[in-house]
C-alpha cells in the first residue's frame, strides 16, 4: 500500500512538474511574441505595397517566411495557453494541440495535419473519410475530397481573392503530392530499397520548388492584399 502510494506521489509530482514547464514554455512565447510586434509588422505592408516593390527577391522570400513563422507564434501562444486552461480542468482531450513549428514541413498533407489540428480532425471526421469510404487509397477519391475540404476552407475564411488563390495553390500541391506518391509507388525495389540516398535526393530536388510555391500561397493568405 505504501509503494503504491509512493507510485502515485510520484506520477502526480512528474506530471506536475511537465506541466508547469509547459505552461513556463507557453507563456514564454507569448512574451517573446508580444516583444517581437512591437518591432516586425509584417501584415501591415499591405498598406504600404510600395515598399514591398523595393525589396528584391531575397527580402521578399525574408518577408514570406517572416509571414508564416509570426502567424505559428500566434496560433501556439492561442493554443497552448487554452491547452494550459483546459488540463487544469481535466479537459486534456477538448482541446487541440498546438501547431508544430512550420519551419521544418515541406508537405501540404503534413502542414494540414499538424498545424490547426482541430480543423482537422473536424474536415477528417465529417467530410473526407465519409467521402472517400473504404477506397481511401484511391488516388481519385482522395482528390476529390480534398478538393470538397479546401472549398470548405475557404468558405470559413471569407471566399476572397486571397483565400482563394491560397486554396487554389493548396489543392495543386496536395494534388502534385498524390500524383508523387503514385509515381513513387510503381518504381522497382532496387531503386527505392537499395539506394535510399539517391530516393532522398530526388525527393529534395522535386520538393524544393514545391516547397516554394507553399511558402507562396501562404503569402497570399497572410497578406491579404488583392
Same mark, same amino acid.
Given at each position: 500500500? *505504501? ?26 512565447? $507569448?512574451?517573446?511574441?508580444?516583444? #517581437? ?14 515598399? #514591398? ?13 517572416? #509571414?508564416? *513563422? ?6 501556439? !501562444? *492561442? ?15 477538448? *482541446? ?43 488516388? !481519385? ?19 476572397? /481573392? ?6 487554389? /495553390? ?37 520538393? $524544393?520548388?514545391?516547397?516554394? /510555391? ?13
Amino acid at each position: 500500500q *505504501i509503494e503504491k502510494l509512493e507510485n502515485g506521489f510520484n506520477k502526480f509530482s512528474s506530471s506536475l512538474s511537465d506541466r508547469l514547464l509547459y505552461v513556463l514554455r507557453i507563456f514564454s512565447w $507569448a512574451f517573446f511574441f508580444e516583444i #517581437l510586434k512591437q518591432f516586425m509588422f509584417c501584415s501591415a505592408f499591405q498598406y504600404y505595397i510600395f515598399l #514591398l516593390e523595393r525589396f528584391d527577391s531575397w527580402s521578399l522570400a525574408g518577408y514570406g517566411f517572416a #509571414l508564416t *513563422i509570426t502567424f505559428y507564434l500566434k496560433y501556439l !501562444v *492561442i493554443y497552448g495557453i487554452s491547452k494550459c486552461f483546459s488540463e487544469l480542468d481535466g479537459l486534456e482531450d477538448v *482541446i487541440a494541440p498546438p501547431p508544430e513549428c512550420i519551419a521544418h514541413m515541406h508537405r501540404t498533407s503534413y502542414l494540414w495535419r499538424r498545424f490547426d489540428q482541430g480543423l482537422y480532425r473536424f474536415l477528417v471526421k465529417y467530410f473526407y473519410k465519409p467521402l472517400t469510404g473504404n477506397a481511401h487509397t484511391n488516388p !481519385v477519391r482522395k482528390l476529390s475530397a480534398g478538393i470538397v475540404c479546401f472549398t470548405i476552407i475557404a468558405l470559413w475564411h471569407g471566399f476572397n /481573392l486571397p483565400v482563394v488563390i491560397w486554396v487554389s /495553390l493548396n489543392v495543386a500541391l496536395s494534388s502534385a503530392e498524390i500524383l508523387g506518391k503514385q509515381i513513387s509507388s510503381l518504381l522497382p525495389d532496387f531503386i527505392t530499397k537499395k539506394h535510399p540516398f539517391f530516393m532522398q535526393q530526388l525527393t529534395a530536388f522535386i520538393g $524544393a520548388p514545391y516547397l516554394s /510555391l507553399a511558402y507562396l500561397s501562404n503569402v497570399f493568405f497572410l497578406s491579404n492584399y488583392e
